[in-house]
């Protein structure tokens, strides 16, 4: 893989997330992983202006190289995430709207909808609130990602890991949707949540189909 290339994979995925309206203004984040550590989106600018070489190289130990632009101020959760997740390739921070709602009300999405599999596991769990941009954060993502694929952060939004920046991506964007399915099926009443069982049933299934989609 080319770096130039990757670092324009980042800028694209950035503009894709802030297009669709997955994250106001210019909070969320993108990164890759990249050699022992990551290439992440700088802090303070706004995507459109972006070029490669704005994209910032962190160390794994979160150096950045003499002369990059400052990074994302919440790289250490990017770079946390990249610890937790040896299968993530890239990973995509948002503040989209109704994760982020459920978020600030400290609700995780439980298997009200068997895509909720999407995410490796029974539920969509919640990471406990720390400070944005502190080591504690970085450590309570990277303890809720040690199972799942993607989860939401208290107070603050959702993170999302995949393989690549475009699977990174489309996890993101589903969250979304359960969060919003979510927030709906809740104002109609008490959800009917699938049991564990059931929900080992459809995670059994989503392994055999190899992919994602659960149709
Ligand atoms: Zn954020």
Redesign the pocket.
């Known amino acids: 893989m080319d770096e130039a290339w990757l670092r324009q994979q980042i800028i694209d995925t950035a503009l894709a997330m802030s297009g669709e309206g997955l994250s106001p203004g210019t909070?969320?984040n993108v990164s890759a992983r990249w050699k022992e550590g990551m290439l992440i989106t700088p802090t303070g600018m706004a995507y459109d202006d972006l070029i490669p070489e704005d994209i910032v190289f962190l160390e794994k130990n979160g150096e950045p190289l003499p002369g990059a632009r400052k990074p994302s101020s919440?790289w250490r959760f990017h770079l946390s995430a990249y610890g937790a997740r040896k299968d993530a390739g890239a990973v995509v921070?948002t503040?989209s709207r109704f994760a982020t709602a459920l978020a600030c009300a400290r609700k995780p999405i439980p298997a009200f909808h068997y895509m909720v599999a999407v995410a490796g596991g029974e539920d969509i769990p919640l990471a406990d609130y720390a400070t944005?941009g502190t080591r504690e954060l970085a450590d309570n993502v990277a303890a809720t990602l040690k199972d799942r694929s993607a989860c939401l952060m208290a107070n603050?939004?959702q993170i999302a890991c995949g393989a690549t920046l475009e699977a990174a991506l489309a996890l993101a964007r589903e969250v979304e949707a359960l969060a919003a399915q979510y927030v709906a099926v809740c104002q109609l009443g008490e959800p009917h949540i699938l049991d564990g069982e059931e929900m080992s049933r459809v995670l059994k299934r989503f392994e055999s189909y190899g992919q994602r989609d659960g149709g």
């Open positions: 909070s969320g919440e921070h503040h944005f603050h939004g």
